[in-house]
T-cell receptor, first 110, second 114 residues
Framework: RKEVEQDPGPFNVPEGATVAFNCTYSNSASQSFFWYRQDCRKEPKLLMS???SGNEDGRFTAQLNRASQYISLLIRDSKLSDSATYLCVVNRGGRRALTFGSGTRLQVQP | DAGITQSPRHKVTETGTPVTLRCHQT?????MYWYRQDPGHGLRLIHYSYGVKDTDKGEVSDGYSVSRSKTEDFLLTLESATSSQTSVYFC?????????????FGPGTRLTVL
Protein backbone atom coordinates (compact mmCIF):
# COMPACT_ATOMS: atom_id res chain seq x y z
CA ARG A 1 0.00 0.00 0.00
CA LYS A 2 1.34 3.43 -0.89
CA GLU A 3 1.98 5.77 1.99
CA VAL A 4 0.04 8.57 0.32
CA GLU A 5 -2.77 7.70 -2.06
CA GLN A 6 -4.62 9.88 -4.50
CA ASP A 7 -7.09 9.30 -7.29
CA PRO A 8 -5.00 9.96 -10.43
CA GLY A 9 -7.95 11.36 -12.38
CA PRO A 10 -8.10 13.05 -14.77
CA PHE A 11 -10.88 15.24 -13.49
CA ASN A 12 -12.39 17.06 -16.45
CA VAL A 13 -14.57 19.96 -15.31
CA PRO A 14 -16.06 23.04 -16.98
CA GLU A 15 -14.96 26.54 -16.06
CA GLY A 16 -16.75 27.76 -12.97
CA ALA A 17 -17.25 24.31 -11.50
CA THR A 18 -16.35 23.25 -8.00
CA VAL A 19 -14.05 20.26 -7.76
CA ALA A 20 -12.75 18.31 -4.79
CA PHE A 21 -9.70 16.10 -4.48
CA ASN A 22 -9.09 13.62 -1.73
CA CYS A 23 -5.99 12.01 -0.37
CA THR A 24 -5.38 9.38 2.29
CA TYR A 25 -2.18 8.70 4.19
CA SER A 26 -1.16 5.60 6.07
CA ASN A 27 1.29 6.84 8.70
CA SER A 28 -0.67 8.06 11.70
CA ALA A 29 2.47 9.77 13.04
CA SER A 30 2.53 12.18 10.11
CA GLN A 31 3.00 15.70 11.33
CA SER A 32 2.21 18.14 8.58
CA PHE A 33 0.43 18.19 5.29
CA PHE A 34 0.53 20.14 2.07
CA TRP A 35 -0.92 20.47 -1.37
CA TYR A 36 1.52 21.18 -4.18
CA ARG A 37 0.66 22.07 -7.73
CA GLN A 38 2.65 20.83 -10.70
CA ASP A 39 2.19 22.10 -14.22
CA CYS A 40 3.12 19.89 -17.14
CA ARG A 41 6.89 19.41 -17.36
CA LYS A 42 7.51 21.88 -14.53
CA GLU A 43 8.59 21.64 -10.92
CA PRO A 44 6.13 21.22 -8.05
CA LYS A 45 5.17 24.41 -6.25
CA LEU A 46 3.53 24.79 -2.89
CA LEU A 47 -0.16 25.58 -3.17
CA MET A 48 -1.03 25.55 0.50
CA SER A 49 -0.40 23.94 3.82
CA UNK A 50 -3.19 21.97 5.44
CA UNK A 51 -4.16 22.52 9.05
CA UNK A 52 -6.45 20.56 11.33
CA SER A 53 -8.76 23.53 11.61
CA GLY A 54 -9.02 23.79 7.84
CA ASN A 55 -7.73 26.71 5.87
CA GLU A 56 -8.75 28.75 2.91
CA ASP A 57 -6.83 30.75 0.35
CA GLY A 58 -9.10 32.50 -2.09
CA ARG A 59 -10.89 29.85 -4.12
CA PHE A 60 -8.97 27.02 -2.48
CA THR A 61 -9.94 25.27 0.75
CA ALA A 62 -7.95 22.50 2.39
CA GLN A 63 -9.16 20.21 5.15
CA LEU A 64 -7.45 17.62 7.31
CA ASN A 65 -9.12 14.79 9.18
CA ARG A 66 -6.50 13.17 11.38
CA ALA A 67 -8.84 10.51 12.73
CA SER A 68 -9.57 9.25 9.22
CA GLN A 69 -6.11 10.12 7.91
CA TYR A 70 -7.68 12.02 5.08
CA ILE A 71 -6.84 15.31 3.37
CA SER A 72 -8.96 17.22 0.91
CA LEU A 73 -8.64 20.15 -1.46
CA LEU A 74 -11.65 22.04 -2.75
CA ILE A 75 -11.39 24.40 -5.70
CA ARG A 76 -14.31 26.73 -6.30
CA ASP A 77 -15.08 28.63 -9.50
CA SER A 78 -12.48 26.69 -11.50
CA LYS A 79 -10.38 28.63 -13.99
CA LEU A 80 -8.62 27.36 -17.08
CA SER A 81 -5.38 28.25 -15.33
CA ASP A 82 -6.16 25.74 -12.56
CA SER A 83 -5.45 22.90 -15.01
CA ALA A 84 -2.50 21.06 -13.47
CA THR A 85 -1.62 18.06 -11.37
CA TYR A 86 -2.25 18.43 -7.64
CA LEU A 87 0.10 16.57 -5.33
CA CYS A 88 -0.84 15.57 -1.82
CA VAL A 89 2.23 15.72 0.42
CA VAL A 90 2.76 14.43 3.92
CA ASN A 91 5.59 15.10 6.33
CA ARG A 92 6.47 12.21 8.61
CA GLY A 93 8.81 14.40 10.57
CA GLY A 94 12.57 14.45 10.73
CA ARG A 95 15.08 15.12 8.03
CA ARG A 96 13.74 12.73 5.46
CA ALA A 97 10.76 14.91 5.23
CA LEU A 98 8.19 14.75 2.54
CA THR A 99 6.25 11.88 1.02
CA PHE A 100 4.40 12.67 -2.17
CA GLY A 101 1.27 11.19 -3.61
CA SER A 102 1.29 10.41 -7.31
CA GLY A 103 -0.95 13.36 -8.03
CA THR A 104 -4.43 14.09 -9.32
CA ARG A 105 -4.71 15.65 -12.72
CA LEU A 106 -7.26 18.41 -13.26
CA GLN A 107 -8.30 19.64 -16.68
CA VAL A 108 -10.60 22.67 -16.69
CA GLN A 109 -12.42 23.07 -19.97
CA PRO A 110 -13.92 26.20 -21.55
CA ASP B 1 11.03 32.19 -6.92
CA ALA B 2 13.68 30.42 -4.87
CA GLY B 3 17.14 30.66 -6.35
CA ILE B 4 17.66 27.07 -7.42
CA THR B 5 19.19 25.99 -10.68
CA GLN B 6 19.87 22.54 -12.04
CA SER B 7 22.29 21.51 -14.73
CA PRO B 8 22.10 20.08 -17.23
CA ARG B 9 18.39 20.52 -17.92
CA HIS B 10 18.34 17.67 -20.40
CA LYS B 11 20.75 14.83 -20.94
CA VAL B 12 20.83 11.71 -23.07
CA THR B 13 23.45 9.16 -22.20
CA GLU B 14 24.25 5.51 -22.74
CA THR B 15 24.00 2.61 -20.34
CA GLY B 16 27.12 2.19 -18.27
CA THR B 17 28.35 5.76 -18.44
CA PRO B 18 28.76 7.94 -15.35
CA VAL B 19 26.49 10.97 -15.05
CA THR B 20 26.61 13.88 -12.62
CA LEU B 21 23.73 16.26 -12.08
CA ARG B 22 24.25 19.54 -10.30
CA CYS B 23 21.96 21.52 -8.06
CA HIS B 24 22.95 25.06 -7.15
CA GLN B 25 21.17 27.36 -4.70
CA THR B 26 21.66 30.99 -3.80
CA UNK B 27 19.40 30.90 -0.70
CA UNK B 28 21.98 29.59 1.77
CA UNK B 29 19.47 26.95 2.88
CA UNK B 30 20.85 24.14 4.96
CA UNK B 31 18.80 21.25 3.62
CA MET B 32 18.97 19.96 0.07
CA TYR B 33 17.24 16.98 -1.50
CA TRP B 34 17.32 14.97 -4.68
CA TYR B 35 14.11 13.35 -5.95
CA ARG B 36 13.19 11.42 -9.02
CA GLN B 37 9.75 11.54 -10.59
CA ASP B 38 8.32 8.71 -12.66
CA PRO B 39 4.78 8.14 -13.93
CA GLY B 40 2.62 6.47 -11.30
CA HIS B 41 5.18 6.88 -8.53
CA GLY B 42 5.14 10.52 -7.61
CA LEU B 43 8.35 12.06 -6.35
CA ARG B 44 10.65 9.70 -4.50
CA LEU B 45 13.56 10.79 -2.36
CA ILE B 46 16.99 9.60 -3.52
CA HIS B 47 19.39 11.32 -1.12
CA TYR B 48 19.36 14.39 1.03
CA SER B 49 21.84 16.63 2.79
CA TYR B 50 21.52 18.43 6.10
CA GLY B 51 24.74 20.36 5.80
CA VAL B 52 28.12 20.47 4.14
CA LYS B 53 29.51 16.95 3.94
CA ASP B 54 26.43 15.60 5.76
CA THR B 55 24.27 13.40 3.58
CA ASP B 56 21.96 10.45 3.99
CA LYS B 57 20.00 7.99 1.89
CA GLY B 58 16.40 8.27 0.84
CA GLU B 59 14.03 5.53 -0.23
CA VAL B 60 15.52 4.90 -3.72
CA SER B 61 19.25 5.47 -3.22
CA ASP B 62 20.64 2.34 -4.91
CA GLY B 63 22.83 3.27 -7.88
CA TYR B 64 23.21 6.89 -6.78
CA SER B 65 25.74 8.81 -4.76
CA VAL B 66 25.84 12.43 -3.67
CA SER B 67 28.29 15.00 -2.49
CA ARG B 68 28.01 18.38 -0.86
CA SER B 69 31.30 20.21 -0.43
CA LYS B 70 29.72 23.68 -0.34
CA THR B 71 26.44 24.94 1.05
CA GLU B 72 25.27 26.03 -2.38
CA ASP B 73 25.99 22.88 -4.39
CA PHE B 74 24.58 19.37 -4.16
CA LEU B 75 25.75 16.86 -6.74
CA LEU B 76 23.99 13.65 -7.70
CA THR B 77 26.09 10.99 -9.45
CA LEU B 78 24.96 7.92 -11.29
CA GLU B 79 28.11 5.82 -11.22
CA SER B 80 27.02 3.60 -14.10
CA ALA B 81 23.75 4.71 -15.62
CA THR B 82 21.04 2.13 -16.35
CA SER B 83 17.84 2.45 -18.36
CA SER B 84 15.82 2.24 -15.13
CA GLN B 85 17.37 5.56 -14.14
CA THR B 86 15.66 7.33 -17.02
CA SER B 87 13.58 9.85 -15.15
CA VAL B 88 13.07 13.48 -14.27
CA TYR B 89 15.28 14.54 -11.39
CA PHE B 90 14.32 17.40 -9.10
CA CYS B 91 16.45 19.10 -6.53
CA UNK B 92 14.77 20.80 -3.58
CA UNK B 93 15.91 23.03 -0.74
CA UNK B 94 14.53 23.78 2.67
CA UNK B 95 15.53 26.09 5.45
CA UNK B 96 14.31 23.80 8.19
CA UNK B 97 14.56 20.08 8.67
CA UNK B 98 11.48 18.78 6.93
CA UNK B 99 9.34 19.77 9.87
CA UNK B 100 6.45 21.57 8.34
CA UNK B 101 8.52 23.88 6.24
CA UNK B 102 8.20 24.28 2.56
CA UNK B 103 10.54 22.66 0.11
CA UNK B 104 11.33 24.69 -2.98
CA PHE B 105 12.11 22.82 -6.13
CA GLY B 106 14.50 23.42 -8.97
CA PRO B 107 13.32 23.24 -12.59
CA GLY B 108 14.33 19.59 -13.02
CA THR B 109 16.71 17.59 -15.19
CA ARG B 110 15.28 15.24 -17.76
CA LEU B 111 17.63 12.27 -18.08
CA THR B 112 17.35 9.58 -20.71
CA VAL B 113 19.56 6.49 -20.51
CA LEU B 114 19.66 4.52 -23.74
Amino acid sequence: RKEVEQDPGPFNVPEGATVAFNCTYSNSASQSFFWYRQDCRKEPKLLMSVYSSGNEDGRFTAQLNRASQYISLLIRDSKLSDSATYLCVVNRGGRRALTFGSGTRLQVQP
Amino acid sequence: DAGITQSPRHKVTETGTPVTLRCHQTENHRYMYWYRQDPGHGLRLIHYSYGVKDTDKGEVSDGYSVSRSKTEDFLLTLESATSSQTSVYFCAISDVSGLADTQYFGPGTRLTVL
